[in-house]
């Protein structure tokens, strides 16, 4: 499975970003997609998942209430929508995929950047 991401971008704080993750060569419901970023100087951390069927989510309590993941599985794309964005916000936000049976990410995207100004 390849997974592009692309949407990231410069934006003031309190604006709203658009993240998008197109997946291919692969069943593209058969995995839960995340989303992680990882800040300069930080290690990468979890943001959302949502299952393979878009059932259900989850987010980090960082990021709950402003942003919101979704999926179209008739496109092979998941997405970020991001609210109410925060300069703690900036960092490469990566995509992932997750075999639904399994715990570990077994592909991920390239990561885009989201530079959030004050």
């Known amino acids: 499975v390849q997974l592009q991401a692309s949407g990231g971008g410069l934006v003031q704080a309190g604006g709203s970003l658009r993240l998008s993750c197109a997946a291919s060569?692969?069943?593209?419901?058969?995995?839960?997609m995340g989303w992680f970023r990882q800040a300069p100087g930080k290690e990468r951390e979890f943001v959302s998942i949502i299952t393979w069927g878009g059932g259900s989510t989850r987010y980090a309590a960082s990021v709950k209430g402003r942003f919101t993941i979704s999926r179209d599985n008739a496109k092979n794309t998941v997405y970020l929508q991001m609210n109410s964005l925060k300069p703690e916000d900036t960092a490469v936000y990566y995509c992932?995929?997750?075999?639904?049976?399994?715990?570990?990410?077994?592909?991920w995207g390239q990561g885009t950047l989201v530079t959030v100004s004050s």
């Open positions: 992932a995929a997750q075999y639904r049976y399994r715990s570990d990410y077994a592909f």
């Open positions: 060569g692969g069943t593209f419901n058969n995995y839960n």
